[in-house]
């Protein structure tokens, strides 16, 4: 998911994308999956701790704010919309 080299993480985890945004992650850009162009990749700037965030998530050991977990939900949804219109 993390390259070094690159400063952008890309995934195409949904729930996991909102997560990132919640916590205040900033999006790059969304686009289209090219080996499936039924998923979408997120693109985020990487930012300190990252992993350890990643994997508190991955554990279920991750706390949110439900409002902004909501929000970001809401979103990255209609960014997803606006890319497949």
């Known amino acids: 998911m993390k390259n070094e080299n690159n400063p952008q993480t890309r ?6 994308a909102c ?4 916590k205040g992650f900033r999006l790059l850009g969304v686009e289209k999956s090219k080996l499936d162009p039924q ?3 997120f693109i985020f700037e990487n930012k300190k701790n990252q992993e350890k965030i990643v994997e508190d998530f991955l ?3 991750a706390q949110i704010e439900p409002k902004s977990f909501i929000s970001a ?4 949804k209609q960014l997803i919309h606006s890319i497949y219109d």
């Not at 995934?11 to 996991?16: A, G, K, N, R, T």
């Open 59 to 61: 554990f279920g050991r």
């Open 73 to 76: 939900i809401k979103e990255l």
């Open 39 to 41: 998923r979408v990749i």
């Open 19 to 22: 997560f990132l945004r919640a």
């Open 11 to 16: 995934l195409s985890d949904f729930y996991l």
